[in-house]
Nanobody, 121 residues
Framework: QVQLLESGGGLVQAGGSLRLSCAASGSIFSINTMAWSRQAPGKQRELVAR???????YYGDSVKGRFTISRENTKNTVYLQMNSLKAEDTAVYYCNANIVLRVGLAPRDYWGQGTQVTVSS
């Protein structure tokens, strides 16, 4: 059973910073791409950032220059450093990972339960 556990959400003032963490646990052979998405009330879920196993990154336009995604492969963990936060960053943030459970099995996506980030203006 694979689980993704997010942490680090909370309430912060505009202009502040938060660091989200997401650790994958369970019987895992390898993890390919890991990513963060978010969903604000009444809006569709949007991709915030993703990172490959090799460290290549992608950022959504709304967070470029403010957010940084990173990962520790030895800990099966992905991070999202969020700086210069704005009220419009308020959302539930979800991590997901593309995971191979055993050699020979196709990878599949797993999602965390989400962590709330609230930015007060």
């Amino acid at each position: 059973q694979v689980q993704l556990l997010e942490s680090g959400g909370g309430l912060v003032q505009a202009g502040g910073s938060l660091r989200l963490s997401c650790a994958a646990s369970g019987s895992i052979f390898s993890i390919n791409t890991m990513a963060w998405s978010r969903q604000a009330p009444g809006k569709q879920r949007e991709l915030v950032a993703r990172i490959t196993r090799g460290g290549s990154t992608y950022y959504g336009d709304s967070v470029k220059g403010r957010f940084t995604i990173s990962r520790e492969n030895t800990k099966n963990t992905v991070y999202l450093q969020m700086n210069s936060l704005k009220a419009e960053d308020t959302a539930v943030y979800y991590c997901n990972a593309n995971i191979v459970l055993r050699v020979g099995l196709a990878p599949r996506d797993y999602w965390g339960q989400g962590t709330q980030v609230t930015v007060s203006s």
